[in-house]
């Protein structure tokens, strides 16, 4: 009962008090069926007495004052009095259904696009150590199965146990001995049956879970690398991954659904047995066929009202158990949300307002360590050297030196495990973002959105901040200005997802477009001209230098000729750091 009742516990109060809204509602709808099943036998049992009217005075003298006088009348009454109850009935189901479904629904968006925010606000050593597929998995399904899939079954399952009970409690108003055998046996049938498949419905849950992820994985990097699958000739091999992944979690759905089924089947095959055994049993006590019908129709009255009642409960618990993983693997960032929501701080998350880190002087980098979490041993140890603003700082050593560790320090990607960087003496680490708000970065390997060219390089700005000058400019600065002017939709071409459609080295410049574009004070490249041919190459350092003096340079190169200019080099091997002029 409690893991059931733990699903609500990711809900702010508010949310929670709409819960049980929605399951008065439920109820509400639940006593209505119990009402309509129960409505039709008596009207069919009217049918066959034609004396019933005389037999009830009472009631054929509230009838009359409507003009109803005789059994003909009255049945058409009772049948008009049905209409009106199936109506409201069904009229009520589908509002009760639409406001249920709306809940989950907005809820589902609402956490869904909050944990995809948590995921885009963790650090970036998180992201490093966890899987691009998994977290596509959680944010696209982890809200889903929170909220179709575990919330709403539950409040059924509550409202079934509770119609379940009322159905039963009418039973016993009408023939106590029968409710209390019938109940007592269902509840027996339902207790073995939940517990028999608890398990087994609860591991084969794990699985499905786990190797929905490992799909996820398979379509990503069989489709991620698609140049290399095709050389390799490895497409068999990411699809018959994929195809052994999807077994798995197929297997385990198969295996739910049968024993998500089984319970049907085998509730009515105890029922019927039970009966047909009872019937045996009278008769060779020496009852009479006659004398066994009419205990016989109670009973199966009251079995087969509750059967369907008992088989609900059984597919919706075992619904819920069977969905539990994923749910259970991300309880803290739901609660996390729960948090966010109820301290009304889902909007600072990922805030964009931020106080700028003034960088007047001076940045120094003091006795800098750092070591991967996983890493055997510190890439980086004891590293100074200070960097005047204005400066062009050239950062060169072997692959596998720690020249983009250190860089990823810089920009706030990392914390350090040691020492620190200061600007004017404040610790970056004191206030990242601000940090940050300094800072342009063109990557080792440039990451393009699927869009035009004017949205990779004025990346996430507003159509109404958009500045076409600047745009111009900083294509002109990136050597990419009489490219763009030759192609027919110019700034408005599609560059393919990732930028498939461009070469290497327009990728390359477009990344110092979009670096150019937001007018940093320091700007870090790594490797950012590494793809260049030496011509376009050395026209975009001289362009790059001419911004020397108004705003610091850190570029990391393996080319000579790249860092010709700068004012002094750094040179990294083996963790520790150098000058070299
Ligand atoms: N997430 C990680 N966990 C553990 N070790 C890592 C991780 N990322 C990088 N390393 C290790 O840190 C060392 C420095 O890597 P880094 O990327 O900083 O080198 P680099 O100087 O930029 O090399 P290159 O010139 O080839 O780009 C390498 O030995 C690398 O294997
Ligand atoms: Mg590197």
């Given amino acids: 009962m409690k893991s059931f009742l733990k699903i609500f516990t990711i809900l702010t109060a508010v949310q929670k008090r709409y819960c049980v809204f929605l399951a008065l509602c439920m109820l509400i709808g639940g006593a209505f069926e119990a009402v309509g099943i129960g409505a039709i036998l008596p009207l069919i049992s009217i049918m066959g007495q034609p004396d019933w009217l005389e037999r009830h005075v009472e009631i054929a003298q509230f009838v009359s004052n409507m003009g109803v006088t005789n059994h003909v009348q009255f049945i058409i009454l009772c049948s008009i009095g049905l209409i009106i109850l199936?109506?409201?009935?069904?009229?009520?189901?589908?509002?009760?259904?639409?406001?249920?479904?709306?809940?989950?629904?907005?809820?589902?968006?609402?956490?869904?696009?909050?944990?995809?925010?948590?995921?885009?606000?963790?650090?970036?050593?998180?992201?490093?150590?966890?899987?691009?597929?998994?977290l596509m998995r959680n944010v696209s399904s982890g809200a889903l199965i929170a909220f179709t899939n575990i919330l709403i079954?539950?409040?059924?399952?509550?409202?079934?146990?509770?119609?379940?009970?009322?159905?039963?409690?009418?039973?016993?108003?009408?023939?106590?001995?029968?409710?209390?055998?019938?109940?007592?046996?269902?509840?027996?049938?339902?207790?073995?049956?939940?517990?028999?498949?608890?398990?087994?419905?609860?591991?084969?849950?794990?699985?499905?879970?786990?190797?929905?992820?490992?799909?996820?994985?398979?379509?990503?990097?069989?489709?991620?690398?698609?140049?290399?699958?095709?050389?390799?000739?490895?497409?068999?091999?990411?699809?018959?991954?994929?195809?052994?992944?999807?077994?798995?979690?197929?297997?385990?759905?198969?295996?739910?659904?049968?024993?998500?089924?089984?319970?049907?089947?085998?509730?009515?095959?105890?029922?019927?047995?039970?009966?047909?055994?009872?019937?045996?049993?009278?008769?060779?006590?020496?009852?009479?066929?006659?004398?066994?019908?009419?205990?016989?129709?109670?009973?199966?009255?009251?079995?087969?009202?509750?059967?369907?009642c008992a088989n609900r409960i059984v597919n919706l618990s075992n619904g819920i158990k069977f969905q539990m993983p994923l749910f259970n693997e991300l309880y803290e960032e739901f609660c996390e949300i729960r948090d966010r929501l109820e301290a009304g701080k889902s909007q600072e998350l990922l805030s964009e307002s931020v106080e700028k880190l003034p960088f007047a002087k001076e940045l120094c980098v003091e006795h800098l360590a750092f070591q991967y979490p996983e890493g055997q041993h510190e890439v980086l140890q004891d590293v100074s050297f200070n960097v005047p603003k204005g400066s062009f700082v050239g950062v060169v050593g072997p692959s596998g030196a720690g020249k983009t560790t250190f860089v990823d320090i810089l920009l706030g990607l990392l914390t350090p495990t040691g020492g620190k960087i200061t600007v004017d003496g404040m610790d970056i680490q004191s206030n990242i973002r601000g940090w940050q708000a300094n800072l342009s970065y063109v990557p080792q390997s440039i990451y393009l959105i699927d869009g035009t060219i004017k949205e990779n390089v004025a990346l996430g700005v507003a159509p109404e901040a958009f500045d076409e000058e600047l745009l111009i400019r900083v294509l002109k600065m990136a050597e990419l200005y009489d490219f763009v002017q030759d192609l027919p939709k110019g700034v408005d071409t599609m560059v393919g997802e990732r930028g498939v459609k461009l070469s290497g080295g327009q990728r390359q410049r477009i990344g110092i477009a979009r670096a150019l574009y937001y007018k940093p004070e320091v700007l870090v490249l790594d490797e950012a001209t590494s793809a260049l041919d030496n011509e376009t190459e050395k026209s975009i350092t001289d362009t790059i230098l001419k911004l020397k003096g108004q705003i610091t340079i850190i570029a990391i190169a393996h080319r000579v000729s790249t860092l010709e200019a700068c004012d002094f080099k750094v040179k990294f091997d083996n963790g520790k750091a150098k000058f070299v002029n």
């Fill in 153 to 308: 079954p539950t409040l059924q399952l509550l409202t079934e146990v509770v119609t379940g009970f009322v159905i039963w409690v009418m039973l016993i108003a009408v023939d106590p001995f029968t409710a209390v055998v019938v109940a007592g046996l269902l509840a027996l049938v339902l207790y073995v049956l939940v517990k028999t498949f608890r398990r087994k419905i609860a591991e084969q849950g794990q699985i499905q879970n786990q190797y929905s992820g490992e799909m996820y994985r398979w379509v990503n990097q069989g489709l991620g690398a698609i140049k290399e699958t095709k050389v390799l000739r490895k497409e068999a091999y990411f699809s018959s991954e994929y195809e052994a992944a999807y077994k798995r979690y197929g297997d385990a759905n198969r295996v739910f659904n049968f024993l998500n089924q089984l319970p049907r089947l085998f509730i009515e095959a105890i029922v019927v047995v039970s009966l047909l055994f009872l019937i045996v049993f009278k008769l060779i006590q020496g009852y009479a066929p006659m004398e066994i019908v009419p205990l016989l129709g109670v009973l199966a009255l009251a079995a087969f009202r509750m059967m369907p």
């Fill in 86 to 134: 199936y109506l409201i009935k069904n009229a009520y189901l589908a509002w009760q259904l639409r406001i249920q479904i709306n809940f989950a629904m907005q809820k589902q968006i609402l956490y869904a696009s909050e944990l995809f925010k948590s995921y885009l606000a963790k650090t970036y050593i998180f992201h490093v150590n966890h899987n691009t597929a998994i």
